[in-house]
């Protein structure tokens, strides 16, 4: 049986684990079910640490709202037979005492959470004086100012080790994903947290079990940190996200048809031609900003014509004809329609902002 003490000595070791494997069902339901998931993840051998939602924040009233602090034990028992960690979700501070209680390893703080900086609050301040690791998931909205500051406080209440999850952001009409990845704004937060843990949840991105193999791939493409990903032992009965969970047999299936991929490897003929083909993209990219610097004084110029004969600086048949000719030229080279957009959408408010200047 596992101690408390070298239980210690476990999380620190699966914290430090890289790729970290975070698994189990969205909800705990029943002791059966907690167990019974926890010893098949187990048996997989793939799975560093058992995951279970106590307390549910759901959107509706009536829905599943979890079982709670009596679910508690379940999980217990399941840390037990397994000899894994457990991390469950917390919202309020009575819900971080409950959790501790209970001897779960690390806590987590979920999307709904992270949005509201009164909830978070109260949670670091309950994690006041506490030695536990805290996971906290992107908040729902695309905020990084949001998720870095429920980074501060819990860092502030004194919690060292602090990782981050990227479980997709809501956005309105989107039928692809449940959440949409918005790849970029995880990878600026690890730009602005390096040393940082990020882990990835394709299931809350993706809400339904086609396309976790392929979310999980492109975030081990990009040198994430690990997964959580829900599981369940009878998917079909599952109280809550049945859609998006996965079998223990699955999951096994899923981690094994990855590509994991090395940060770097020790080749003098990688680095070399890496290093050739990186000072060609440098040397691209200085010739962009020279050629969009161009651009922009042409801009100018055509501000003070428009200044001289008192013409509106917007002329939309004209933005028009730029964005086709952007398309065609573009599509022939490959580059994607959504990119071309957004690329010229940036060069048009720069070049409006240079020419309302000129104007003025
Ligand atoms: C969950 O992990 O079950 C959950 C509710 O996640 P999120 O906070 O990402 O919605
Ligand atoms: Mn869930």
Known sequence: ?????????????????????????????????MVGTAKLLAETGKVDMIRAGIWKPRTRPGMFEGMGTKSLPWLQQARKVTGLPTTVEVATGKQVEDALTFDVDVLWIGARTTVNPFSVQEVADALKGVDVPVLIKNPMNPDLELWSGAVERVARAGIKQIGLIHRGFFSYGNAEYRNVPMWHLAIEMKLRYPEMMMINDPSHICGKRDNLLEVAQKAINLDFDGLMIESHYDIANAMSDAKQQVTPADLDKMLSAIQWRKKDVNSAEYHSALEKLRQDINMLDDELMQILGKRMKIADQIGLY???????????????????????????????????????????????????????
């Open 1 to 33: 049986m596992t101690t408390t003490a070298n239980m210690k000595e476990v999380v620190q070791q699966k914290w430090d684990k890289r790729p970290l494997i975070i698994s189990g069902p969205c909800s705990a339901e029943s002791e059966e079910q």
């Open 306 to 360: 428009k200044k001289k004969n008192n013409i509106t600086i917007l002329q939309t048949g004209r933005w028009n004809d730029v964005l086709e000719r952007a398309y065609s030229t573009g599509a022939k080279l490959g580059l994607s329609k959504d990119f071309i957009g957004k690329y010229l959408d940036a060069i048009h408010i720069e070049s409006i902002n240079h020419q309302n200047n000129v104007m003025e």
